[in-house]
């Protein structure tokens, strides 16, 4: 099953707009990690908050954890016409079992 | 730069095949992971090692058999390939805590 969720399933902005995922998940975490991949092309880690973290920065990226809700949400801020890509959250079942979401289709019109 | 290789980017079997999946990774990670990802469905978990010959079913491991001889590498055994296994395999590395993951830029196989 899959344990992140992610909401929506595609997203289209203009460049310079910018883009928020959100991601649910099903049992306790002590990570949430979020990353990119490019068409046809490997994973790449982009951030990871954990459980006790509730928001985390980089670059143009920030991270929001809810435990209560169960929820994460990825800000992407002044979007470029490079951030087109799918965009995943995973979360650790157990201690090693790594799962990811379905991902949002990110879509940067320039 | 660490790396995770996959054998293959695009491979072409025929139905009934066994087919042969690998992966190496340079980074002395104990964690390693193999993904099918379709279109729609994300990345689905098939198997993975948390040890040299230590393995554990994914979410979806119907069909498929792991190998992990030495800690370098994650062979993926697909055992009479078929049509439904077309797809896209993904293989990552981890350490020893599941945080960052490592992946390897995909193996396309297609099952004619």
């Known amino acids: 099953s899959q344990q992140g969720e992610e909401d929506p399933q595609a997203l289209s902005i203009q460049e310079g707009e910018n883009a928020t995922m959100n991601c649910s998940y099903k049992?306790?975490?002590?990570?949430l990690q979020w990353y990119r991949q490019n068409s046809g092309r490997g994973l790449v880690h982009l951030i990871l908050?954990?459980?006790?973290?509730r928001e985390k920065h980089s670059g143009r990226l920030r991270v929001t954890l809810d435990t209560s809700k169960k929820s994460s949400s990825l800000l992407i801020t002044a979007s470029r016409a490079a951030d087109t890509a799918s965009y995943f959250c995973?979360?650790?079942?157990?201690?090693?079992?790594?799962?990811f979401g379905q991902g949002t289709r990110l879509t940067i019109n320039p | 730069d660490v790396k995770v290789t996959q054998s293959s980017r695009y491979l072409v079997k025929r139905t009934g095949e066994k087919v042969f999946l690998e992966c190496v990774q340079d980074?002395?990670?104990?964690?390693m992971f193999w993904y099918r990802q379709d279109p729609g469905l994300g990345l689905r978990l098939i198997y993975f090692?948390?040890?040299?010959?230590?393995?554990e079913k994914g979410d979806i491991p119907e069909g498929y058999s792991v190998s992990r001889e030495k800690k370098e590498r994650f062979s993926l055994i697909l055992e009479s390939a078929s049509t439904n296994q077309t797809s896209m395999y993904l293989c990552?590395?981890?350490?020893?805590?599941?945080?960052?993951?490592?992946f390897g830029q995909g193996t396309r196989l297609t099952v004619v």
């Open positions: 995973a979360t650790v079942q157990g201690a090693q079992k790594l799962v």
């Open positions: 049992t306790s975490i002590n990570n």
């Open positions: 908050i954990r459980s006790n973290e």
């Open positions: 980074m002395d990670h104990e964690n």
């Open positions: 090692s948390y040890d040299v010959k230590m393995k």
């Open positions: 990552a590395s981890v350490g020893t805590v599941v945080t960052e993951a490592f």
